[in-house]
Nanobody, 129 residues
């Protein structure tokens, strides 16, 4: 399933933004969806994953300011980002592994696997005053 992230933009430090992830030509309801980001000059990193059964998992370093959710009626997954910092500036992507779970995970911690993809164009988030 090809996923497309949207909702990025320019936000001031300390502000909030909600990103959306929608599917083209398929449904998100039966698969896990992960959020990732890639800052300039850095590798892509995982943020959060939500399973088909609404289990929510976060990369340890991302806990606290990001909240993932899904609305099956709208076939959309969201990433709420609060207390944004300049270092959150990046292109944000969503993708699915095609499986219903976010494994591997432990407790609420997520360990992104290389099975997620394909990658859409992403949405740019710029945190700056």
């Amino acid at each position: 399933v090809q996923l497309q992230a949207s909702g990025g933009g320019l936000v001031q430090p300390g502000g909030s933004l909600r990103l959306s992830c929608a599917a083209s030509g398929g449904t998100l309801n039966s698969v896990a969806v992960g959020w990732f980001r890639q800052a300039p000059g850095k590798e892509r990193e995982g943020i959060s994953c939500i399973s088909s059964l609404d289990g929510k998992y976060y990369v340890e370093s991302m806990k606290g300011r990001f909240t993932i959710s899904r609305d099956n009626a709208k076939n959309t997954v969201y990433l709420q980002m609060d207390s944004l910092k300049p270092e959150d500036t990046a292109v944000y992507y969503c993708a699915s592994s095609g499986a219903p779970s976010c494994a591997p995970s432990f407790g609420s911690s997520w360990y992104p696997s290389p099975n997620f993809g394909p990658w859409g164009q992403g949405t740019l988030v710029t945190v700056s005053s």
